[in-house]
Nanobody
Framework: QVQLVESGGGLVQPGGSLRLSCAASGFTFSRYAMGWYRQAPGKERELVAAVTSADVINYADSVKGRFTISRDNAKNTMYLRMDNLKPEDTAVYYC?????????WGQGTQITVSS
Protein backbone atom coordinates (compact mmCIF):
# COMPACT_ATOMS: atom_id res chain seq x y z
CA GLN A 1 0.00 0.00 0.00
CA VAL A 2 1.42 3.33 -1.07
CA GLN A 3 1.71 5.96 1.64
CA LEU A 4 3.10 9.48 1.61
CA VAL A 5 3.03 11.10 5.02
CA GLU A 6 3.90 14.78 5.38
CA SER A 7 5.03 16.33 8.64
CA GLY A 8 6.57 19.56 9.88
CA GLY A 9 3.86 22.07 9.09
CA GLY A 10 2.52 24.67 11.45
CA LEU A 11 2.34 28.37 12.25
CA VAL A 12 5.43 30.52 11.71
CA GLN A 13 6.11 34.24 11.71
CA PRO A 14 7.16 36.06 8.53
CA GLY A 15 10.87 35.60 8.00
CA GLY A 16 10.88 32.32 9.87
CA SER A 17 11.84 28.83 8.75
CA LEU A 18 10.31 25.38 8.64
CA ARG A 19 11.32 21.98 7.35
CA LEU A 20 8.78 19.62 5.87
CA SER A 21 9.32 15.90 5.60
CA CYS A 22 7.56 13.36 3.40
CA ALA A 23 7.96 9.74 4.47
CA ALA A 24 7.22 7.31 1.65
CA SER A 25 6.37 3.63 1.70
CA GLY A 26 4.82 1.00 -0.55
CA PHE A 27 6.85 1.77 -3.68
CA THR A 28 10.45 1.99 -4.84
CA PHE A 29 11.16 5.53 -3.70
CA SER A 30 14.47 5.98 -5.53
CA ARG A 31 12.85 5.39 -8.91
CA TYR A 32 10.23 8.10 -8.54
CA ALA A 33 10.29 11.80 -9.20
CA MET A 34 9.24 13.56 -6.02
CA GLY A 35 7.72 16.95 -5.57
CA TRP A 36 6.14 19.44 -3.20
CA TYR A 37 2.97 21.20 -4.25
CA ARG A 38 0.85 23.72 -2.41
CA GLN A 39 -2.70 24.97 -2.54
CA ALA A 40 -3.85 28.21 -1.00
CA PRO A 41 -7.54 28.92 -0.33
CA GLY A 42 -9.33 29.76 -3.55
CA LYS A 43 -6.32 28.94 -5.70
CA GLU A 44 -5.23 25.99 -7.80
CA ARG A 45 -2.61 23.57 -6.61
CA GLU A 46 0.83 24.61 -7.81
CA LEU A 47 4.26 23.06 -7.99
CA VAL A 48 6.68 24.38 -5.39
CA ALA A 49 9.74 22.22 -6.01
CA ALA A 50 10.58 18.87 -7.53
CA VAL A 51 13.50 16.46 -7.64
CA THR A 52 13.77 13.67 -10.19
CA SER A 53 15.18 10.20 -9.61
CA ALA A 54 18.40 11.55 -11.14
CA ASP A 55 18.45 14.43 -8.62
CA VAL A 56 17.55 17.08 -11.15
CA ILE A 57 15.84 19.86 -9.22
CA ASN A 58 13.55 22.68 -10.19
CA TYR A 59 11.75 25.35 -8.20
CA ALA A 60 8.86 27.68 -8.72
CA ASP A 61 10.14 31.21 -9.31
CA SER A 62 8.33 32.40 -6.19
CA VAL A 63 10.43 30.21 -3.89
CA LYS A 64 13.83 30.23 -5.60
CA GLY A 65 16.56 31.19 -3.18
CA ARG A 66 14.33 30.59 -0.16
CA PHE A 67 13.31 26.90 -0.36
CA THR A 68 15.53 23.85 -0.72
CA ILE A 69 14.27 20.43 -1.73
CA SER A 70 16.20 17.25 -1.03
CA ARG A 71 15.69 13.52 -0.88
CA ASP A 72 17.26 10.69 1.09
CA ASN A 73 16.73 7.46 -0.80
CA ALA A 74 18.15 5.41 2.07
CA LYS A 75 15.39 6.75 4.33
CA ASN A 76 12.64 6.90 1.67
CA THR A 77 12.11 10.51 2.67
CA MET A 78 11.92 13.85 0.91
CA TYR A 79 12.42 17.21 2.57
CA LEU A 80 11.62 20.84 1.95
CA ARG A 81 13.60 23.41 3.85
CA MET A 82 11.77 26.75 3.79
CA ASP A 83 13.53 29.94 4.84
CA ASN A 84 12.44 33.57 4.86
CA LEU A 85 8.81 32.53 4.81
CA LYS A 86 6.26 35.06 3.61
CA PRO A 87 2.52 35.36 4.26
CA GLU A 88 1.92 34.38 0.63
CA ASP A 89 3.52 31.00 1.35
CA THR A 90 0.48 30.15 3.48
CA ALA A 91 -1.11 27.02 2.01
CA VAL A 92 -1.60 23.31 2.39
CA TYR A 93 1.58 21.60 1.22
CA TYR A 94 1.36 18.22 -0.47
CA CYS A 95 3.95 15.57 -1.18
CA UNK A 96 3.81 13.94 -4.62
CA UNK A 97 5.45 10.91 -6.22
CA UNK A 98 5.39 10.25 -9.97
CA UNK A 99 6.68 7.58 -12.33
CA UNK A 100 5.04 6.94 -15.65
CA UNK A 101 1.30 6.75 -15.06
CA UNK A 102 1.74 6.31 -11.33
CA UNK A 103 0.93 9.49 -9.42
CA UNK A 104 0.61 9.45 -5.64
CA TRP A 105 -0.31 12.20 -3.16
CA GLY A 106 0.03 12.71 0.53
CA GLN A 107 -2.75 14.07 2.72
CA GLY A 108 -1.18 17.52 3.01
CA THR A 109 0.11 19.64 5.86
CA GLN A 110 -0.92 23.20 6.65
CA ILE A 111 1.60 26.00 6.77
CA THR A 112 0.46 29.38 8.00
CA VAL A 113 2.80 32.36 7.87
CA SER A 114 1.46 35.12 10.05
CA SER A 115 2.48 37.50 12.77
Amino acid sequence: QVQLVESGGGLVQPGGSLRLSCAASGFTFSRYAMGWYRQAPGKERELVAAVTSADVINYADSVKGRFTISRDNAKNTMYLRMDNLKPEDTAVYYCNAKRGVANFWGQGTQITVSS
